[in-house]
T-cell receptor, first 113, second 116 residues
């Protein structure tokens, strides 16, 4: 079975540009999570969807960040406008349900210049 | 608030030897799960092992086992017969079940080096 698929794997862009990260969860999983990993703050949950509905977005840093899940097989995390402090590795994870083990994608390394 | 503490930023083990990584957590919930994830240099997050809090028996997956001490809120990972491929960052994580958010809280990680 295919795992969680994220794209792009790397993204380098200039400050102020819009960035869109994409995620395809494992088929049949109904929970989806976006995490951010930095040296300073470690792994942080940004937002959690259950059955395509955002349940908890309290980890979203500010209004520049938005996430959508239009269907069960696709989610996006958008940053607009991007800032250098947004540079991090962004992971998407999915699970059969909220308390089942989460399976992570390979992450997107984002660099904002 | 949930916290997960890994007090060993770095560890080293000789190939074929055994190493134990420590983790403590703090939760007021009665239903929760504990996990160890491995992150090699390729940056994948790989699930190593899972423990349900209601189970007294320690989880085991091949060379990986845990020592779960619920009263002490301790959840250590033992790696037996260490292999070069075990070299990675290891994260302990806790998941509370039943709240509004089933949120994984991660520790800060332990970087494991395996010496040939």
């Amino acid at each position: 079975d295919a795992g969680v698929i994220q794209s792009p794997r790397h993204e380098v862009t200039e400050m102020g540009q819009e960035v869109t990260l994409r995620c395809k969860p494992i088929s049949g999983h109904n929970s989806l999570f976006w995490y951010r990993q930095t040296m300073m703050r470690g792994l942080e949950l940004l937002i959690y969807f259950n059955n395509n509905v955002p349940i908890d977005d309290s980890g979203m840093p500010e209004d520049r960040f938005s996430a959508k899940m239009p269907n069960a097989s696709f989610s996006t995390l958008k940053i607009q406008p991007s800032e250098p402090r947004d540079s991090a590795v962004y992971f998407c994870a999915s699970a059969l349900s909220g308390f089942q083990p989460q399976h992570f994608g390979d992450g997107t390394r984002l660099s904002i210049l | 608030a949930q916290t997960v503490t890994q007090s060993q930023p770095e560890m080293s083990v000789q190939e074929a030897e055994t190493v134990t990584l420590s983790c403590t957590y703090d939760t007021s919930e009665s239903d929760y799960y504990l996990f160890w994830y491995k992150q090699p240099p390729s940056r994948q997050m790989i699930l190593v092992i899972r423990q349900e809090a209601y189970k007294q028996q320690n989880a085991t997956e091949n060379r990986f086992s845990v020592n779960f001490q619920k009263a002490a809120k301790s959840f250590s990972l033992k790696i037996s017969d260490s292999q070069l491929g075990d070299a990675a960052m290891y994260f302990c994580a806790e998941l509370n079940y039943g709240g509004a958010t089933n949120k994984l809280i991660f520790g800060t990680g332990t970087l494991l080096a395996v010496q040939p």
